[in-house]
């Protein structure tokens, strides 16, 4: 039997870890940093975060669709999507965000001196009303509700003051979720689940 060189090892090594890499990455889980103060104090600017793709489903390469996950987005889950303004970019330049799950489809949200209302019942879960939200953009204004589509999410940053979100763009597609942000792996100090 002939012995495969040290050169081929190599290389067949290298094309298999890649592969393995896509695969994680298309199927499984996505890395990323926080690059805004937007969602402060719950995510902070460098925080390098993992996202659990599986959670949602994923979605399969060349808009084949998205495999089953284990849930629908629940309100206070925090999410990466493409927004409704990058979808119109091509693939290679939209930028994902990162924002926290507030109206569900079907639901009629209002900002009412800062609190979440949801079907005119305000918001007490810990996980949306322990921040203020600001009645900015053109679908938050004072007064206004709005109705969430079917299979759209209305989501917000934590830190309102400083966060572009569907107060001003609207609602993002169930197909446009990346994924459920789960855990802070970096820095060190900041270790820990997203909550």
Not at 10 to 27: C, G, M, N, Q, R
Not at 68 to 97: H, L, N, S
Not at 165 to 180: A, H, L, M, N
């Amino acid at each position: 039997m002939k012995k495969k060189s040290s050169t081929r090892e190599w290389i067949e090594s290298i094309v298999v870890a890649a592969l393995l890499v896509v695969v994680l990455k298309t199927f499984f889980f996505q890395m990323y940093k926080i690059p805004t103060t937007s969602m402060v104090p719950t995510l902070k600017p460098k925080d390098k975060i993992f996202v659990s793709k599986l959670s949602y489903g994923p979605k399969m390469p060349f808009n084949l669709g998205r495999l089953p996950g284990f849930a629908d987005p629940e309100r206070g889950d925090v999410i990466v999507f493409i927004p409704p303004q990058e979808v119109k970019q091509p693939w290679y330049r939209r930028k994902p965000y990162i924002k926290r799950v507030v109206g569900l489809p079907g639901e009629t949200i209002e900002i009412n001196k800062g609190n979440i209302q949801i079907n005119g019942e305000e918001v007490i879960m810990p996980e949306v009303a322990a921040f203020f939200y600001y009645n900015q953009g053109e679908y938050a204004r004072t007064g206004k509700k709005v109705v969430v589509p079917e299979k759209k999410y209305f989501c917000l940053g934590d830190n309102s003051i400083s966060s572009k979100d569907s107060r001003y763009w609207g609602f993002v597609d169930k197909e446009q979720i990346i994924g459920e942000a789960i855990f802070i792996w970096w820095p060190p100090k900041r270790i820990g689940m997203i909550e």
